[in-house]
C-alpha cells in the first residue's frame, strides 16, 4: 500500500494557504491513488524543538550508554526519520518567511539529516540514502519570485531545499508556488488559481 506524508510548517495552521493547497494536492492524490495512507506531521513550536548540544550529544553517545532523556531525544528523530523512510511520496507544504523557510522546518531538516541513516559519506563523496521517492512541495509566497520577476534573486526557499532533499537522495521534486497572496486581492486570486491548475495537472500525470 502506498504511503503519503504530509509535513505543514506554517504559523497559521490550516488558515494558511501552503497548508490549505497542499491539503488540496492530498486530496486529489488519493483520489487518483485511492489506497494510499496518509500521515501528517505538523511543525509547530511545540511540537518539533531545534537541534539542540544536549540532542547532538544524544545521537554521539552509544546507545547502551545514553540516559533516559537521551533515549527520548533520539527516539523522537528516529519518529521523523521513520516516517520518511516508509514514505513514497513526500508533500511539504511551505510559506516563505523572509525569503526561506520556517524554523520549525529548518529544525525537521536538522533532526532528519543524520549520517549512516539518510545521507552517508563515501570515497566518492556524500550520498543520500532516501531514494525512489517523489516530493511535491507546496509554497506560500507574498510576492512573485518566478518567472522574469526582479524579486526572483531573494528566493532561497527552493534552491535551499532542492539543494537539502537533493542530499538526502531525494531528487523527483516538484514545486508548486502559490504567489502573491500579499500583492493585492486579484493577484492573490490568480495565484491560487495557477497553483490548483498545477495541482490537477501533478495528479493527472501521477495516475497516466
Given at each position: 500500500?502506498?504511503?503519503?506524508?504530509?509535513?505543514?510548517?506554517?504559523?497559521f495552521?490550516?488558515?494558511s494557504?501552503?497548508?490549505?493547497?497542499?491539503g488540496?494536492?492530498?486530496?486529489?492524490?488519493?483520489?487518483?491513488?485511492?489506497g494510499?495512507t496518509?500521515?501528517?506531521?505538523?511543525?509547530?513550536?511545540?511540537?518539533?524543538?531545534?537541534?539542540?548540544?544536549?540532542?547532538?550529544?544524544a545521537?554521539?553517545?552509544?546507545?547502551?550508554q545514553?540516559?533516559?532523556?537521551?533515549?527520548?531525544t533520539?527516539?523522537?528523530?528516529?519518529?521523523?526519520?521513520?516516517?520518511?523512510e516508509?514514505?513514497?511520496?513526500?508533500?511539504?507544504?511551505?510559506?516563505?518567511?523572509?525569503?526561506?523557510?520556517?524554523?520549525?522546518?529548518?529544525?525537521w531538516?536538522?533532526?532528519?539529516?543524520?549520517?549512516?541513516?539518510t545521507?552517508?559519506?563515501?570515497?566518492a563523496?556524500?550520498?543520500?540514502?532516501?531514494?525512489?521517492?517523489?516530493?511535491?512541495?507546496?509554497?506560500?509566497?507574498?510576492?512573485v519570485?518566478?518567472g522574469?520577476s526582479?524579486?526572483?534573486?531573494?528566493?532561497?526557499?527552493?534552491?535551499?531545499l532542492?539543494?537539502?532533499?537533493?542530499?538526502?537522495?531525494l531528487?523527483?521534486?516538484?514545486?508548486?508556488?502559490?504567489?502573491?497572496?500579499?500583492?493585492?486581492p486579484?493577484?492573490?486570486?490568480q495565484?491560487?488559481?495557477r497553483?490548483?491548475?498545477?495541482?490537477?495537472?501533478?495528479?493527472?500525470?501521477?495516475?497516466?
Open positions: 500500500m502506498s504511503k503519503l506524508l504530509l509535513v505543514t510548517s506554517s504559523l495552521g490550516d488558515q494557504k501552503s497548508s490549505q493547497l497542499a488540496e494536492f492530498v486530496q486529489a492524490w488519493h483520489r487518483s491513488h485511492p494510499t496518509v500521515v501528517e506531521r505538523a511543525l509547530t513550536a511545540e511540537s518539533i524543538p531545534h537541534l539542540s548540544l544536549g540532542a547532538l550529544g545521537l554521539m553517545t552509544p546507545a547502551e545514553r540516559s533516559t532523556e537521551q533515549h527520548a533520539v527516539a523522537f528523530a528516529d519518529r521523523l526519520i521513520e516516517e520518511l516508509a514514505a513514497d511520496t513526500i508533500v511539504l507544504a511551505v510559506p516563505m518567511y523572509n525569503f526561506s523557510i520556517p524554523s520549525t522546518l529548518k529544525a531538516i536538522d533532526h532528519v539529516a543524520r549520517a549512516g541513516r545521507f552517508r559519506y563515501t570515497a563523496g556524500p550520498e543520500g540514502l532516501l531514494k525512489g521517492k517523489k516530493v511535491f512541495v507546496i509554497t506560500g509566497r507574498g510576492g519570485y518566478t522574469d526582479p524579486a526572483k534573486v531573494f528566493d532561497f526557499q527552493e534552491p535551499y532542492r539543494s537539502v532533499l537533493g542530499f538526502l537522495g531528487t523527483d521534486v516538484s514545486f508548486v508556488h502559490v504567489e502573491g497572496l500579499k500583492v493585492s486579484e493577484a492573490a486570486e495565484g491560487v488559481a497553483a490548483r491548475d498545477a495541482i490537477a495537472a501533478h495528479a493527472r500525470a501521477s495516475a497516466a
